[in-house]
């Protein structure tokens, strides 16, 4: 699995790596620690056509549902069984096992246009209160 320095980012804080012709995509570590315990991800539905920045799938939390999007355009390829089965799992490993769904088709042209790592820090450093 990546490095936080080889994903991208957007603002609501799910993650994104090209594995191949694949987009891998999951939630950051500073939002799975935002969110706390999660007891539920209801995943996107395998072959659905997707747009950048449109909601995809549910995480749950003891504190509230999130929405998260999909930082690229693409179809659903792939989502992660692992996470389906025990969605603490994110919380425990969101740049590694957590990831929730595969991409494929993915634009290159938009993950380029995403926040780096050093960017989403900065970014995350405004956020604070």
């Known amino acids: 699995m990546p490095k936080n320095e080889e994903c991208r980012y957007l603002k609501s804080h799910e993650w994104s790596y090209l594995d191949g012709a694949e987009a891998v995509v999951g939630i950051s570590d500073h939002a799975q620690k935002e969110i706390t315990d ?15 920045g449109q909601a995809v799938a549910t995480v749950e939390s003891v504190k509230a549902a999130f929405d998260i999007y999909s930082p690229l355009s693409g179809e659903i390829c792939a989502v992660n069984p692992e996470v389906s089965k025990d969605p ?3 919380n425990k490993e969101p740049l590694d096992r957590g990831w929730l769904f595969r991409l494929k088709s993915a634009r290159k042209e938009e993950f380029s246009s995403l926040m780096d790592w050093q960017q989403y820090q900065e970014f995350i450093k405004t956020q604070k209160h």
């Open 38 to 52: 999660i007891v539920f991800v209801e995943m996107p539905k395998v072959g659905k056509q997707v747009s950048a």
């Open 88 to 90: 603490s799992i994110v």
